[in-house]
C-alpha cells in the first residue's frame, strides 16, 4: 500500500523559509513524477512544482524564483525548498508521486503552512 509522509510544514514570517518533504514507500514500482500542490481557505487546489524522474523541472508563475523542488530517487522523496515566503503562500500543502505501474496519484495527507505579516 502506497504512503506518501510529508513533513516540514509550520508558522513562519513573511521573507521567512520552510522546506517540506515528502517520503514515498510501500510500493516497489518507479515513481516518475512527484511534485507539490497548494489550497488555500475557499480557494480551489493548484500545482505549485512538479519534479519529473529525470529531473524535468515546472513551477507555477507564482513561486517561480522563491521556491525549489528537488528529489531523491534513492529514496523516493520529495522536497520543496520555500524562501521569501508571503502572506498569500498560507495554504494546505500536498504532495504526490505518480507511479509508473498504474499512472495514478497517489496523495499525502497534507501539511499546513502559515505565513504572518
Known amino acids: 500500500q502506497v504512503q506518501l509522509v510529508e513533513s516540514g510544514g509550520g508558522l513562519v514570517q513573511a521573507g521567512g523559509s520552510l522546506r517540506l518533504s515528502c517520503a514515498a514507500s510501500g510500493n516497489r514500482f518507479t515513481i516518475n513524477t512527484m511534485g507539490w500542490y497548494r489550497q488555500a481557505p475557499e480557494k480551489q487546489r493548484e500545482s505549485v512544482a512538479s519534479?519529473?524522474?529525470?529531473?524535468?523541472?515546472n513551477y507555477s508563475d507564482s513561486v517561480k524564483g522563491r521556491f525549489t523542488i528537488s528529489r531523491d530517487n534513492a529514496k523516493n522523496t520529495v522536497y520543496l525548498q520555500m524562501s521569501s515566503l508571503e502572506p498569500e503562500d498560507t495554504a494546505v500543502y500536498y504532495c504526490?508521486?505518480?507511479?509508473?505501474?498504474?499512472?495514478?496519484?497517489?496523495w499525502g495527507q497534507g501539511t499546513q503552512v502559515t505565513v504572518s505579516s
Open positions: 504526490y508521486a505518480n507511479y509508473a505501474f498504474n499512472l495514478d496519484n497517489y
Open positions: 519534479i519529473t524522474r529525470s529531473g524535468s523541472i
